[in-house]
Protein backbone atom coordinates (compact mmCIF):
# COMPACT_ATOMS: atom_id res chain seq x y z
CA UNK A 1 0.00 0.00 0.00
CA UNK A 2 1.42 3.26 -1.52
CA UNK A 3 -0.82 5.47 1.36
CA UNK A 4 0.85 3.49 4.62
CA UNK A 5 4.50 4.00 5.71
CA UNK A 6 6.41 3.26 9.15
CA UNK A 7 4.23 6.02 10.69
CA UNK A 8 1.47 4.64 9.98
CA UNK A 9 -1.18 3.86 12.06
CA UNK A 10 -4.25 1.68 11.87
CA UNK A 11 -7.51 0.36 13.94
CA UNK A 12 -9.55 -2.49 12.92
CA UNK A 13 -12.84 -2.44 15.23
CA UNK A 14 -14.18 -6.48 14.90
CA UNK A 15 -11.00 -7.54 14.19
CA UNK A 16 -11.60 -11.33 15.33
CA UNK A 17 -14.03 -11.80 12.69
CA UNK A 18 -13.30 -14.32 9.39
CA UNK A 19 -12.53 -10.67 7.12
CA UNK A 20 -11.28 -8.51 10.20
CA UNK A 21 -8.39 -10.68 11.23
CA UNK A 22 -7.90 -11.20 7.27
CA UNK A 23 -7.15 -7.17 7.14
CA UNK A 24 -4.97 -7.15 10.46
CA UNK A 25 -3.43 -9.53 9.05
CA UNK A 26 -2.49 -7.89 5.82
CA UNK A 27 -1.66 -4.62 7.00
CA UNK A 28 0.71 -6.03 9.46
CA UNK A 29 2.77 -9.01 6.31
CA UNK A 30 2.19 -6.96 3.31
CA UNK A 31 2.67 -2.95 4.39
CA UNK A 32 5.54 -1.51 6.21
CA UNK A 33 2.87 -0.04 8.92
CA UNK A 34 4.09 1.14 12.42
CA UNK A 35 1.66 -0.34 13.90
CA UNK A 36 -2.44 -1.96 14.05
CA UNK A 37 -4.77 -1.84 17.33
CA UNK A 38 -7.14 -5.10 16.30
CA UNK A 39 -10.33 -3.80 18.55
CA UNK A 40 -12.97 -7.10 19.38
CA UNK A 41 -15.13 -8.12 21.79
CA UNK A 42 -12.37 -11.25 21.94
CA UNK A 43 -9.39 -9.40 22.10
CA UNK A 44 -7.73 -12.88 22.99
CA UNK A 45 -9.34 -15.24 20.22
CA UNK A 46 -7.16 -17.73 18.74
CA UNK A 47 -6.73 -15.41 15.44
CA UNK A 48 -5.65 -12.85 17.09
CA UNK A 49 -3.09 -14.74 19.23
CA UNK A 50 -1.60 -15.97 16.85
CA UNK A 51 -1.17 -12.88 14.68
CA UNK A 52 0.15 -11.30 18.13
CA UNK A 53 2.74 -14.49 18.14
CA UNK A 54 3.99 -13.59 14.79
CA UNK A 55 3.81 -9.87 14.68
CA UNK A 56 4.62 -9.01 18.26
CA UNK A 57 4.52 -5.31 19.22
CA UNK A 58 3.32 -4.05 15.72
CA UNK A 59 -0.22 -6.07 16.76
CA UNK A 60 -1.95 -4.58 19.93
CA UNK A 61 -5.32 -5.72 21.29
CA UNK A 62 -8.16 -3.80 22.85
CA UNK A 63 -11.35 -4.80 24.26
CA UNK A 64 -14.21 -3.45 23.10
CA UNK A 65 -18.33 -3.79 22.91
CA UNK A 66 -19.57 -2.18 20.03
CA UNK A 67 -23.30 -2.70 20.97
CA UNK A 68 -22.31 -0.36 24.07
CA UNK A 69 -21.84 3.53 23.36
CA UNK A 70 -19.74 3.34 26.23
CA UNK A 71 -17.84 0.71 25.96
CA UNK A 72 -17.03 2.59 22.45
CA UNK A 73 -16.42 5.77 24.51
CA UNK A 74 -13.73 4.29 26.18
CA UNK A 75 -11.83 3.04 23.55
CA UNK A 76 -12.20 6.44 21.29
CA UNK A 77 -10.74 8.17 24.93
CA UNK A 78 -8.23 5.54 25.54
CA UNK A 79 -6.49 5.54 21.95
CA UNK A 80 -6.70 9.61 22.14
CA UNK A 81 -4.88 9.15 25.40
CA UNK A 82 -2.05 7.52 23.63
CA UNK A 83 -1.78 10.41 21.47
CA UNK A 84 -0.58 9.01 18.27
CA UNK A 85 -2.48 9.85 15.45
CA UNK A 86 -4.70 6.96 13.17
CA UNK A 87 -4.51 7.13 9.54
CA UNK A 88 -6.70 3.90 8.58
CA UNK A 89 -10.33 2.85 10.88
CA UNK A 90 -12.06 0.23 9.67
CA UNK A 91 -15.14 -1.11 10.75
CA UNK A 92 -14.89 -4.46 10.04
CA UNK A 93 -17.75 -5.84 12.03
CA UNK A 94 -21.63 -7.09 11.42
CA UNK A 95 -24.58 -8.88 12.05
CA UNK A 96 -26.80 -10.62 10.01
CA UNK A 97 -28.48 -13.90 12.21
CA UNK A 98 -28.06 -15.39 15.46
CA UNK A 99 -29.65 -18.53 15.75
CA UNK A 100 -29.54 -18.81 19.66
CA UNK A 101 -31.58 -15.61 19.74
CA UNK A 102 -33.91 -16.65 16.67
CA UNK A 103 -32.81 -14.07 14.48
CA UNK A 104 -32.53 -14.56 10.63
CA UNK A 105 -33.17 -12.86 7.79
CA UNK A 106 -36.65 -12.40 6.89
CA UNK A 107 -38.04 -13.67 3.73
CA UNK A 108 -41.57 -12.29 4.63
CA UNK A 109 -43.37 -9.21 6.52
CA UNK A 110 -44.45 -11.84 8.94
CA UNK A 111 -40.52 -12.78 9.90
CA UNK A 112 -40.29 -9.14 10.86
CA UNK A 113 -39.26 -9.07 14.71
CA UNK A 114 -38.17 -6.78 17.20
CA UNK A 115 -35.02 -8.41 18.40
CA UNK A 116 -34.12 -8.84 14.69
CA UNK A 117 -34.67 -5.27 13.67
CA UNK A 118 -32.76 -4.37 17.13
CA UNK A 119 -29.88 -6.62 16.73
CA UNK A 120 -29.31 -5.54 13.02
CA UNK A 121 -29.63 -1.54 13.39
CA UNK A 122 -27.37 -1.82 17.01
CA UNK A 123 -24.41 -3.20 15.17
CA UNK A 124 -24.62 -2.53 11.63
CA UNK A 125 -26.21 1.17 11.68
CA UNK A 126 -25.65 2.53 15.49
CA UNK A 127 -21.80 0.74 16.47
CA UNK A 128 -20.32 3.21 13.17
CA UNK A 129 -22.02 6.19 14.32
CA UNK A 130 -20.62 5.94 17.72
CA UNK A 131 -17.07 5.11 16.45
CA UNK A 132 -17.19 8.23 14.31
CA UNK A 133 -18.66 10.22 17.38
CA UNK A 134 -15.69 9.02 19.96
CA UNK A 135 -12.90 8.10 17.07
CA UNK A 136 -13.22 10.90 14.31
CA UNK A 137 -10.80 12.67 15.92
CA UNK A 138 -8.16 10.53 16.06
CA UNK A 139 -7.94 10.50 12.14
CA UNK A 140 -8.47 14.65 11.78
CA UNK A 141 -4.36 15.43 11.48
CA UNK A 142 -2.50 16.60 9.02
CA UNK A 143 -2.74 13.73 6.73
CA UNK A 144 -4.54 11.60 4.45
CA UNK A 145 -6.92 9.21 6.54
CA UNK A 146 -9.48 6.72 5.86
CA UNK A 147 -12.56 6.10 7.49
CA UNK A 148 -13.97 2.70 6.54
CA UNK A 149 -17.07 1.08 6.84
CA UNK A 150 -17.70 -2.75 5.42
CA UNK A 151 -21.43 -2.52 4.49
CA UNK A 152 -22.71 -4.81 2.22
CA UNK A 153 -24.27 -4.54 -1.54
CA UNK A 154 -27.73 -6.34 -0.62
CA UNK A 155 -28.03 -2.42 1.24
CA UNK A 156 -27.99 -0.78 -2.16
CA UNK A 157 -31.70 0.83 -2.40
CA UNK A 158 -31.07 0.90 -6.38
CA UNK A 159 -29.89 -2.64 -6.52
CA UNK A 160 -32.96 -4.39 -4.57
CA UNK A 161 -34.89 -6.44 -6.73
CA UNK A 162 -35.24 -9.66 -4.49
CA UNK A 163 -36.65 -8.09 -1.48
CA UNK A 164 -36.48 -9.68 2.11
CA UNK A 165 -33.89 -9.32 4.52
CA UNK A 166 -35.77 -6.69 5.87
CA UNK A 167 -33.37 -5.62 8.98
CA UNK A 168 -30.23 -6.55 7.34
CA UNK A 169 -30.52 -4.24 4.17
CA UNK A 170 -32.15 -1.63 5.87
CA UNK A 171 -29.49 -1.66 8.87
CA UNK A 172 -26.81 -1.64 5.84
CA UNK A 173 -28.96 0.71 3.95
CA UNK A 174 -28.70 3.73 7.09
CA UNK A 175 -25.20 2.82 7.27
CA UNK A 176 -24.80 4.01 3.63
CA UNK A 177 -26.67 6.63 4.30
CA UNK A 178 -24.76 7.74 7.46
CA UNK A 179 -21.12 7.01 5.62
CA UNK A 180 -22.63 9.71 3.15
CA UNK A 181 -23.49 12.04 5.87
CA UNK A 182 -20.20 11.92 7.70
CA UNK A 183 -18.12 12.43 4.33
CA UNK A 184 -19.67 15.60 3.96
CA UNK A 185 -19.60 16.84 7.47
CA UNK A 186 -15.36 15.91 7.21
CA UNK A 187 -15.45 18.17 3.70
CA UNK A 188 -16.23 20.80 6.41
CA UNK A 189 -13.80 19.98 9.76
CA UNK A 190 -11.58 17.13 9.09
CA UNK A 191 -10.77 17.61 5.21
CA UNK A 192 -8.15 14.78 4.92
CA UNK A 193 -10.35 11.99 5.86
CA UNK A 194 -11.66 10.03 3.00
CA UNK A 195 -15.02 7.92 3.98
CA UNK A 196 -15.80 4.93 2.14
CA UNK A 197 -18.56 2.21 2.73
CA UNK A 198 -17.31 -0.95 1.32
CA UNK A 199 -18.49 -3.90 -0.03
CA UNK A 200 -16.64 -7.69 0.16
CA UNK A 201 -18.07 -9.96 -1.47
CA UNK A 202 -19.37 -13.06 -0.73
CA UNK A 203 -16.95 -14.16 1.65
CA UNK A 204 -16.16 -17.67 3.54
CA UNK A 205 -16.79 -16.16 7.20
CA UNK A 206 -19.56 -17.22 9.84
CA UNK A 207 -21.51 -14.62 8.78
CA UNK A 208 -22.27 -15.83 5.29
CA UNK A 209 -21.64 -19.56 6.19
CA UNK A 210 -25.48 -20.85 6.24
CA UNK A 211 -25.95 -19.32 2.71
CA UNK A 212 -22.99 -20.58 0.60
CA UNK A 213 -24.68 -23.49 -0.32
CA UNK A 214 -25.67 -21.53 -3.81
CA UNK A 215 -22.74 -19.63 -4.37
CA UNK A 216 -20.55 -21.00 -7.13
CA UNK A 217 -17.20 -21.82 -6.17
CA UNK A 218 -15.33 -19.26 -7.65
CA UNK A 219 -17.97 -16.81 -6.09
CA UNK A 220 -16.86 -17.36 -2.50
CA UNK A 221 -13.82 -15.43 -1.70
CA UNK A 222 -11.40 -16.20 1.20
CA UNK A 223 -11.31 -13.52 3.59
CA UNK A 224 -7.39 -13.01 2.76
CA UNK A 225 -8.14 -12.46 -1.00
CA UNK A 226 -10.95 -9.74 0.35
CA UNK A 227 -8.79 -8.07 2.26
CA UNK A 228 -6.13 -7.42 -0.38
CA UNK A 229 -8.07 -5.95 -2.24
CA UNK A 230 -10.49 -4.20 0.11
CA UNK A 231 -7.28 -2.53 1.26
CA UNK A 232 -6.38 -1.52 -2.29
CA UNK A 233 -9.12 0.33 -2.85
CA UNK A 234 -8.34 1.80 0.43
CA UNK A 235 -4.92 2.93 -1.06
CA UNK A 236 -6.73 4.26 -3.99
CA UNK A 237 -9.12 6.22 -2.36
CA UNK A 238 -8.47 9.56 -3.52
CA UNK A 239 -10.79 12.57 -1.45
CA UNK A 240 -13.72 12.59 -4.28
CA UNK A 241 -14.23 9.01 -3.41
CA UNK A 242 -15.49 10.34 -0.10
CA UNK A 243 -19.09 9.01 1.32
CA UNK A 244 -18.34 6.41 -2.01
CA UNK A 245 -19.72 3.12 -2.21
CA UNK A 246 -17.39 0.87 -3.57
CA UNK A 247 -17.12 -3.19 -4.10
CA UNK A 248 -14.39 -5.10 -3.39
CA UNK A 249 -13.20 -5.18 -7.61
CA UNK A 250 -13.21 -0.94 -6.66
CA UNK A 251 -16.41 -0.76 -8.84
CA UNK A 252 -18.68 1.80 -7.71
CA UNK A 253 -22.13 0.43 -6.33
CA UNK A 254 -25.33 2.17 -6.94
CA UNK A 255 -26.98 3.96 -3.56
N1 LIG B 1 -19.01 -12.54 4.53
C1 LIG B 1 -19.73 -12.05 3.52
O1 LIG B 1 -20.08 -12.75 2.56
C2 LIG B 1 -20.14 -10.61 3.54
C3 LIG B 1 -20.84 -10.09 2.44
C4 LIG B 1 -21.22 -8.76 2.44
C5 LIG B 1 -20.90 -7.96 3.51
N2 LIG B 1 -20.21 -8.48 4.57
C6 LIG B 1 -19.90 -7.59 5.69
O2 LIG B 1 -18.54 -7.74 6.06
C7 LIG B 1 -18.40 -7.47 7.47
C8 LIG B 1 -17.55 -8.55 8.12
O3 LIG B 1 -18.25 -9.77 8.09
P1 LIG B 1 -17.52 -11.20 8.17
O4 LIG B 1 -17.97 -11.93 7.00
O5 LIG B 1 -16.07 -11.05 8.46
O6 LIG B 1 -18.28 -11.81 9.44
P2 LIG B 1 -17.77 -12.53 10.77
O7 LIG B 1 -16.59 -13.40 10.52
O8 LIG B 1 -18.99 -13.14 11.36
O9 LIG B 1 -17.27 -11.31 11.68
C9 LIG B 1 -18.16 -10.36 12.20
C10 LIG B 1 -17.55 -9.75 13.47
O10 LIG B 1 -18.42 -8.70 13.90
C11 LIG B 1 -18.30 -8.56 15.30
N3 LIG B 1 -19.64 -8.75 15.90
C12 LIG B 1 -20.69 -9.34 15.34
N4 LIG B 1 -21.73 -9.37 16.20
C13 LIG B 1 -21.30 -8.80 17.32
C14 LIG B 1 -21.91 -8.56 18.57
N5 LIG B 1 -23.16 -8.89 18.85
N6 LIG B 1 -21.19 -7.95 19.52
C15 LIG B 1 -19.90 -7.59 19.27
N7 LIG B 1 -19.27 -7.82 18.10
C16 LIG B 1 -19.97 -8.41 17.15
C17 LIG B 1 -17.38 -9.68 15.80
O11 LIG B 1 -16.06 -9.16 15.89
P3 LIG B 1 -15.16 -9.46 17.18
O12 LIG B 1 -15.26 -10.92 17.40
O13 LIG B 1 -13.80 -8.99 16.81
O14 LIG B 1 -15.75 -8.64 18.29
C18 LIG B 1 -17.47 -10.68 14.67
O15 LIG B 1 -16.34 -11.51 14.64
C19 LIG B 1 -19.82 -7.29 8.02
O16 LIG B 1 -20.12 -5.92 8.09
C20 LIG B 1 -20.69 -7.93 6.95
O17 LIG B 1 -21.98 -7.38 6.93
C21 LIG B 1 -19.83 -9.78 4.60
Not at 29 to 52: C, E, F, K, N
Not at 74 to 100: Q, S, T, V, Y
Request: proline share 5%.
Amino acid sequence: METLSEQSRALVIGASGAIGSALVEHLLAHTPIQGVWAASSQPASARLMSLAERYGDRLRTLEVDITEATSIQRMGEDLAAEAKPLHLLINAFGFLHDERAGIWPEKRLEDISPEGLEANFRINTMAPMLIARHCLGLLNHRERAVFATLSARVGSIGDNRLGGWYAYRSSKAAQNMFTRGLAIECGRRARRVICLALHPGTTDSGLSRPFQARVPENKLFTPAFVAEKLLTRIDRARLEDSGGFFAWDGQPIPW
